[in-house]
Antibody
Framework: EVQLVQSGTEVKKPGESLKISCKGF????????INWVRQMPGKGLEWMGR????????NYSPSFQGHVTFTADRSISTAYLQWSSLKASDTAIYYC??????????????WGQGTLVTVSS | SYVLTQPPSVSEAPGQTARITCGGN??????VHWYQQKPGQAPVLVVY???DRPSGIPERFSGSNSGNTAALTISRVEAGDEADYYC???????????FGGGTKLTVL
């Protein structure tokens, strides 16, 4: 059974750094990209970008470029999302999702349970 | 960048048919995917490639896509279908995933 299991809730102060994780089970991690998606409180889904599970190639949405970093360690089937300096506006739930190619694009067929990140002084 | 437009809300009585639209410029040439998100839960894929269903998704969920509008149709709506629904496409020109703003389905 395919599963993505994310790390737990985080409470941080502005300016602090953070790294959250997403571990894949039940499939070949290097055969798929991982999408990262943000959901701010009461808001919709926002695509942050993606990372290739085979070679760690990345694409970032312009809205997040320069503020977050995606990494991956295929030896342990894990993708990471990190911040070097958090802001209060980073408060959100962050989802990882497995990307699968489709007819003329791709979709996210399996999602992690989400990681709640709260940034507050 | 490519924009997807969804109505903020749709309401329907149990047993009726709910239709949630997703508008985009010439969206009919793209593959459209739909996600269901219930309160406090992660999104779940319910339709992919316009009109295919993942295993485990009821046949009551179907999709269509033509011209400038894609749609998710839910037949015989149940209370358990109450959720937010998001459409999504891949924008090859920007190499980005694009989500619609989401539609809240209320079952009356």
């Amino acid at each position: 059974e395919v599963q993505l299991v994310q790390s737990g809730t985080e409470v941080k102060k502005p300016g602090e750094s953070l790294k959250i994780s997403c571990k894949g089970f039940g499939y070949t991690f290097s055969s798929h990209w991982i999408n990262w998606v943000r959901q701010m409180p009461g808001k919709g889904l926002e695509w942050m970008g993606r990372i290739d599970g085979s070679d760690s190639e990345t694409n970032y949405s312009p809205s997040f470029q320069g503020h977050v970093t995606f990494t991956a360690d295929r030896s342990i089937s894990t993708a990471y999302l990190q911040w070097s300096s958090l802001k209060a506006s980073d408060t959100a739930i962050y989802y990882c999702a497995r990307r699968t190619l489709s007819g003329s694009g791709s979709y996210s067929d399996y999602w992690g349970q989400g990681t709640l990140v709260t940034v507050s002084s | 960048s490519y924009v997807l437009t969804q109505p903020p809300s749709v309401s329907e009585a149990p047993g009726q048919t709910a239709r949630i639209t997703c508008g985009g410029n010439n969206i009919g040439i793209r593959s459209v995917h739909w996600y269901q998100q219930k309160p406090g839960q992660a999104p779940v894929l319910v339709v992919y490639d316009d009109d295919d269903r993942p295993s485990g998704i009821p046949e009551r969920f179907s999709g269509s896509n033509s011209g400038n509008t894609a749609a998710l149709t839910i037949s015989r709506v149940e209370a358990g279908d109450e959720a937010d629904y998001y459409c999504q496409v891949w924008d090859s020109s920007s190499v980005h995933v694009v989500f619609g703003g989401g539609t809240k389905l209320t079952v009356l």
